[in-house]
């Protein structure tokens, strides 16, 4: 009987073997052709691909995922700036003191859940029934996406038949044996008047948030990325070619209906059909630029820079969300800590104004120092932890722009960081309440001192949030879901008028949800492969 690791290198190896023929006998056409191997791409590959007579193309820009830096939870930070990173940037703004943020995003199977912090967090109820507003269909309403979250979870935490499942494909558990610092971060958001839960999702989401260990996609210390637990197990299947180093460059279109892809493989331009529909699952960034250059779009922007109108939607590229955080809260440890798990394993959702309808503010605490550009200079030692003050329901827009009309002209993200000075007041009331847990009586035994921001006030405090203000790598809401003339794509992720065509990815989010993206992306992914097989009938 061969050992589980034997079972592995096996099955690897038929995956290999069946993937390079795949590759070399490249057909004219697929039934389906899905644009990027992300955590909504992967999941829409696998449910059309577990249908034995549906053909599906799933084309990736990145590599490969079976790298040390992806597979070790703990080597997460290694791929930012990597190869597996596309290394996007916003433009500079006087509102960051005149700083650009980087915008990490996934160049590889597996997209954002390859090089992401591993945190599974499902999104607010108010998020969920906000979408389902915003499409006037209850199906997206969170009763209804509580349901998939049940079929697909195996959750590993404290029971909850109400709001959590077993036996589904996404294993999800607790950060395992936390850090003691993290287990004291708890106490001290509870010695505050936050309340703690067992659990970051489940009843937490529904109502004012409060404190948790991180859930995570991490299992005796590998990480769980969606393309491996969703596409990699199928990849044995005749009718399931995956491609990777495939730049997607254009959705080829006929009278009002998609007919192929365009992408780029090892230099040069390849095109194959589509039978029936081409999904885009490419990203904030990518998803409205591919359909910017497919010639739909803003019928101004496009006719600027040289692209011929097929289908004017002028909310393509705009309305772009994402998460900040302040980099950092820092605190120098009693005695030093090695970090655990993903070194992020507590966190809290909070509101920065009572009278809010749900949770506006999401730190998080890191088991390391954690820094911005700009407050790097303040050099905290190395055996320091960090509380992160976090904003994840932003009032500022920004937008993604061409700069020209060729596939591989750059883009422009104008983030609106600040845009709205609502989002830099909640900012510094998240500042404000981390250093007060951070200096609570439970962290006392784990602090020497606080390395930064002290006590700061007014314009000093807004100065040091511009200057400390990341992002959480977030992007989305480029290619909305909806009805109003900014709308994308409509209540079953079809592009308005345009054929055989689907967006699943977060660009669709009319609003970011309430923490990180990842687990709605396989929402927005399971949905788009409800709709794709009730049409067609798999």
Known sequence: MLSPEATAAKFDARVRAN????????????????????????????????????????????????????????????????ERDWCFSALPTSRLNG???????????????????????????????????????????????????????????????????????????????PSPVALAMLEGAHSVGIPTFDDQNGIMMEGDGG?????????????????????????????????????????????GRSTGVEFVLQGRSVRVGVRREAVLSLGAVNTPKVLMQSGIGDENHLRQVGIDVTQHLPGVGENFQDHLLVAGCIWEYQYPLEPRNNAAEATLFWKSDPSLRSPDLQPFQIEVPHTSDATSRHAPPAGSWTLAPGLVRPKSRGRVRLTGSGPLDPVTLDAGTFAEPEDLKALMTSVMMCREIGNSLPMRAFVKREVMPGDLRGEALAAFV????????????????????????????????????????????????????????VVIGERAAEFLKAKHGL
């Open 211 to 255: 404190c948790a260990i991180a859930n995570v996609r991490i299992r005796d210390g590998r990480r769980l990325s969606i393309f491996r637990t969703y596409t990699y197990p199928l990849m044995v299947q005749p009718n399931l070619t995956v491609l990777t180093g495939a730049l997607v460059t254009r959705i080829l279109l006929d009278h």
């Open 19 to 82: 993937q390079s023929r795949r590759a070399a006998e490249l057909q004219s056409s697929y039934d389906f052709v899905i644009c990027g191997a992300g955590s909504s791409g992967s999941v829409v590959a696998r449910r059309l691909a577990e249908n034995a007579d549906a053909s599906v193309l799933l084309l990736e820009a990145g590599g490969s995922d079976n790298v040390p830096s992806v597979m070790e939870a703990g080597r997460w930070p290694t791929n930012i700036g990597s």
């Open 99 to 177: 700083r650009a943020l980087p915008m990490s995003m996934g160049k590889v199977l597996g997209g954002g859940s390859s090089i992401n912090v591993m945190v599974w967090s499902r999104g607010h109820k108010d998020d969920w029934d906000h979408f389902a507003a915003e499409a006037a269909d209850p199906s997206w309403g969170y009763q209804s996406v509580l349901d998939i979250y049940r079929r697909i979870e195996d959750w590993r935490g404290v029971a909850d038949p109400l709001r959590r499942g077993t036996g589904g494909l996404v294993y999800v558990q607790p950060a395992p044996d």
């Open 466 to 521: 511009r200057d400390a203000t990341v992002t959480y790598w977030h992007q989305t809401c480029t290619a909305k879901m909806g009805r109003d003339r900014m709308a994308v794509v409509d209540n079953r992720l079809q592009v308005y008028g345009i054929e055989g065509l689907r967006v699943a990815d977060g660009s669709i989010m009319p609003r970011i949800t309430t923490g990180n993206t990842m687990a709605p992306c």
